[in-house]
């Protein structure tokens, strides 16, 4: 294992982390693409008091993990691995939206959120 995390840039994974959890925030948000994804999704956007607790804490493990992965691949020069691993998540999340059937509105929302984070994690371990 410690081959895999000798040197990592932990301060750019936790920002990574940090970052990538508040994309989401704002990413779902009403501001940005929240309203007709909840209504592609086929659910209700709640305010902050409403939000589903065991979903958030996942999400946060989650994004840690990919931000994590993007340590590891930029601390082994492997940046082509980190894209392959980021297009495969958007395409199971793709997937597993289009078999829900979700708009396909939806459906882009999250296959996207899933690029971008990945690309803003990217990005913060370039500069940190």
Avoid: C, H
């Avoid at 909840?38 to 989650?62: I, K, N, T």
């Amino acid at each position: 294992m410690n081959e895999l995390t000798d040197n990592i840039n932990w301060l750019a994974v936790l920002v990574g982390t940090i970052a990538g959890f508040a994309l989401g925030w704002f990413w779902y948000s009403p501001f940005l693409f929240g309203k007709k994804w909840a209504e592609g999704s086929r659910v209700q956007l709640g305010d902050a008091s409403s939000m589903p607790v065991a979903a958030m804490a996942v999400q946060l493990v989650a994004t840690f993990f990919l931000a994590l992965l993007v340590g590891v691949t930029a601390a082994q020069n492997a940046l082509l691995t980190i894209i392959l691993i980021l297009l495969t998540l958007a395409g199971f999340v793709v997937s597993g939206g289009l078999f829900v059937r979700k708009s396909g509105f939806a459906v882009m929302v999250d296959g996207g959120f899933i690029l971008v984070m990945g690309a803003v994690m990217i990005l913060i371990q370039g500069i940190f």
